[in-house]
T-cell receptor, first 114, second 111 residues
Framework: GDSVTQMEGPVTLSEEAFLTINCTYT??????LFWYVQYPGEGLQLLLK?????DKGSNKGFEATYRKETTSFHLEKGSVQVSDSAVYFC?????????????FGQGTILTVHP | NAGVTQTPKFQVLKTGQSMTLQCAQD?????MYWYRQDPGMGLRLIYY???????DKGEVPNGYNVSRLNKREFSLRLESAAPSQTSVYFC??????????FGPGTRLLVL
């Protein structure tokens, strides 16, 4: 079945540092890929997505590129802020085969210090 | 436009008690989902409803039942709660795109 693997956390950075959170996936079809973010005490919200190979999703300074050849969707941000402290989830979904069900990675806790 | 709402926000149960978690969405979405979130395991799908009148099992359905009451509402029932069901439960919905919209969650503690 489909699966998503995220880099082990937690990740602790200083403000303005560069962020990379690795994500790789296994899927039989042609999934869409997502990054969701969960701020403390809240539900998940979509950060960015990409629906086909070589697409780049971007939002709030975060970027991720759908790499079919390496089955990856790594999240990057050039300069993190304290307000970026949250849990980040990589996920995939194939509307054609799974009715939009999301398969999640285990999540990566990011803490940014001033 | 409230999006996805869940009640209650927090609940404590004793082993063997039953309860129903309520979820409603006002976005006219066809599909709705229930997930549980446990530390280090991400979110796992319990049940989903691809459209009004249909429900299907997800990855971890044992111990749960669901009802798609109408297009707006999708409830999750624990008939006999167990400590292993201590978790945070999220409801989500999606429309014509694959983007899922999540509720704020219900924290459940089973003693």
């Amino acid at each position: 079945g489909d699966s998503v693997t995220q880099m082990e956390g937690p990740v602790t950075l200083s403000e303005e540092a560069f962020l990379t959170i690795n994500c790789t996936y296994t899927a039989t079809g042609y999934p869409s890929l997502f990054w969701y973010v969960q701020y403390p005490g809240e539900g998940l919200q979509l950060l960015l997505k990409a629906t086909k190979a070589d697409d780049k999703g971007s939002n709030k300074g975060f970027e991720a590129t759908y790499r079919k050849e390496t089955t990856s969707f790594h999240l990057e941000k050039g300069s993190v802020q304290v307000s970026d402290s949250a849990v980040y989830f990589c996920a995939l979904s194939d509307l054609r085969t799974s009715y939009g069900k999301l398969t999640f990675g285990q999540g990566t806790i990011l803490t940014v210090h001033p | 436009n409230a999006g996805v709402t869940q009640t209650p926000k927090f609940q404590v149960l004793k082993t063997g008690q039953s309860m129903t978690l309520q979820c409603a969405q006002d976005m006219n979405h066809n599909s709705m989902y229930w997930y549980r979130q446990d530390p280090g395991m991400g979110l796992r799908l319990i049940y989903y409803s691809a459209s009004e009148g249909t429900t299907d099992k997800g990855e971890v359905p044992n111990g749960y039942n669901v009802s798609r009451l109408n297009k707006r509402e999708f409830s999750l029932r624990l008939e006999s709660a167990a400590p292993s069901q201590t978790s945070v439960y999220f409801c989500a919905s999606t429309g014509v795109t694959e983007t899922q919209y999540f509720g704020p969650g219900t924290r459940l503690l089973v003693l």
